[in-house]
């Protein structure tokens, strides 16, 4: 249980470095994953090296020692061999081991001290180390331990030491670590530091590479942003790695076909539009001029009333597709003049209170009577946009329901605020509604472009077009408008 636990715990953290990664930038996760390909690269070499480094220093002295063990023990079994190990000791030989710069432990075969050149102490005690087992049975043995007393490391070589063809005891020849130590330990902190050097060109280098992918993919990024914003004129950088600088070129292409096509489209509604005015208008004058004659016959009054209208309504339609021809070729032209925007939206309340009183709206007017709140602006295109934004007011709120204008002056700006409590806008749908052709779910247009040609209309006069909704409770538009030098408000 305790097991499963743990590895539960280990696989959650793993998943979250996973997602962790998983949301990092792509410079980020380039950088990341050099980084640590150098780390681990770099940690397995030092480990190698230190593993290496200490075999290679410990090997080599013991090496050393064993061979002037043996040179030793030969040296007893040519030159002394007559005497034994206690008469040895008493009368003090020490010719055959004299050339050792060590710590000198002559044993018997039992393996206790007969002689410590050293440590007096020593004597009488028997040893059971690694290297006096080998010497025992008869092989050299060799065994590097931490000193009780000292805390240093020393290296101990036993050999046995033979009467001819009888081993008569051993001899052990001891040396201190501590230089040997020392020694590795400065060889390591090279080795750290240039490992840690390594890291850090590593680090520099994996900058440099993610940069040098990175850079000509966020450019292509930006430009595909602006691209996907309608600046279509907008090109990439063609240089690069064969496979940037080809995406680079690719993309231009794009661009390319889609401006052409985008003008198509242009040229065609366009052209369209032009085209069906005249008919309209025809058709209209023809239901306009038969109806006198249509007197007292029902069915042809309702036919030519429903001609009328319809016309009239295809007509709304081809404007507007007019006005998102002019807007998205850059030809609409603002006919400025200064203005009172209080008497314009007298006016349009007049105008749309028949379509108000029809509903049961109670459509109200808001504003200061004792200021003018003037504007240098296109009368008849900010008149469009008040007419488009008040009718849709109307036409999302129910019987009964109330639509408010306020026309005011907030710092710099000329404000209209048209707050209804209609249906309102979903959430998902209200950074939409001012998109070309975008109907929306409760919208019963027939081309989608009202809203879009209101916000470049307010746009081509240095203005905001701001929307606020809440679902089935009510929207508010707000129009801000600039009040630039040469605005008066003065009295009424």
Known sequence: MEFKLKYDKLVENFNNIKDFMLKKSLRTRIMTQFFMVIVLIVIFFEIFLIFTIKNYYYSGVTGIIQSQAKYSAKLYEIHLANSSLSELVLDDIEEFYSEVNAQVQILNNSGKVLLDTVNGNQVGSILST?????????????NIYKNSISNK?????????????????????????????????????VFFLFGFFVIIIGVSISIFMSTKIVNPIEKLTNVALKLADGQLNEKADEVGDYEISKLGS???????????????????????????????????????????????????????????????????????????????SGRLIMNKELFDLNELGIFINKQLMPKSSSKKIDMILNYDETKRVMVMADRD??????????????????????????????????????????????????????????????????????????????????????????????TVVRVELPLEKGDIQNEA
């Open 130 to 142: 690694s290297d006096v087992i080998s010497a025992k049975n008869g092989s050299n043995g060799s």
């Open 153 to 189: 490391n020393e290296l101990a070589v036993s050999i046995p030491l033979n009467n001819g063809n009888e081993q008569v005891g051993i001899a052990r020849f001891i040396i201190s670590m501590e230089n040997i130590d020392s020694m590795i330990a400065q060889r390591y902190l």
């Open 381 to 474: 295109r900010i008149k469009q946009v008040f007419i488009n934004i008040l009718d849709n007011a109307l036409k999302f709120t129910d019987e009964g329901g109330v639509v408010l204008t306020d026309i005011k002056i907030e710092e710099d700006k000329a404000i209209i605020e048209v707050i209804d409590n209609g249906c309102g806008i979903s959430e998902d749908e209200i950074s939409l509604v001012t998109g070309k052709f975008y109907k929306g779910t409760n919208s019963n247009s027939h081309t989608g472009l009202g809203l879009s040609i209101c916000e470049e209309i307010v746009k081509a006069h240095n203005g905001n077009l701001i929307i606020r909704s809440v679902l089935e409770k009510g």
């Open 250 to 328: 690719t993309m231009n292409l794009m661009s390319e076909n889609l401006v052409k096509k985008e003008q198509l489209k242009k040229d065609f509604i366009s052209s369209v539009s032009h085209e069906l005015r005249t008919p309209l208008t025809v058709i209209k004058g023809w239901a306009f001029t038969l109806q006198p004659e249509a007197k007292g016959n029902k069915l042809l009054e309702d036919g030519l009333s429903i001609i009328e209208k319809e016309s009239d309504r295809l007509g709304n339609m081809v404007t507007e597709l007019l006005d998102f021809s002019e807007i998205s």
